[in-house]
């Protein structure tokens, strides 16, 4: 059975930092892309960061870029870094994968099978 788990979400202060994971179960990451989207209330969901595992490509939505970082524990877990965080950072952020998924600068969602349920990021003061 294939999943993935979101965690890591909170109310934090803008300028402030969260840690985001997504633990993955029923495969391993290491031939897969994986990315993180958000959605913020009345908004459509958007890409904010892919990362390829078989080349190690990377790409972030211009709004985060400086700020966010992803990274992995090498086995089953993926993490967002968020870091100088801004209200319009807010939403909820899933994590998601597929067989097909390529991560690509426009962070289009094209071949994503796989979604985590998401968790809540609130930044305000």
Known sequence: ??????SGGGLVQP????????AASGFTLGSLAFGWFRQAPG??????????????RTAFA???K?????SDN?????????NN??????G?????????YDCSPRLRMNGLETWGQGTQVTVSS
């Open 92 to 100: 909820v952020y899933y994590c998601a994968t597929g067989v097909w």
């Open 85 to 90: 965080l801004k209200p319009e950072d807010t």
């Open 1 to 6: 059975q294939v999943q993935l788990v979101n």
């Open 66 to 70: 400086g700020r966010f970082t992803i």
């Open 43 to 56: 908004k459509e969901r958007e890409g904010v960061s892919c990362v390829s595992f078989s080349d190690g």
């Open 15 to 22: 300028g402030g930092s969260l840690r985001l994971s997504c």
């Open 62 to 64: 211009d709004s985060v």
């Open 74 to 82: 090498a086995k089953n877990t993926v993490y967002l870094q968020m």
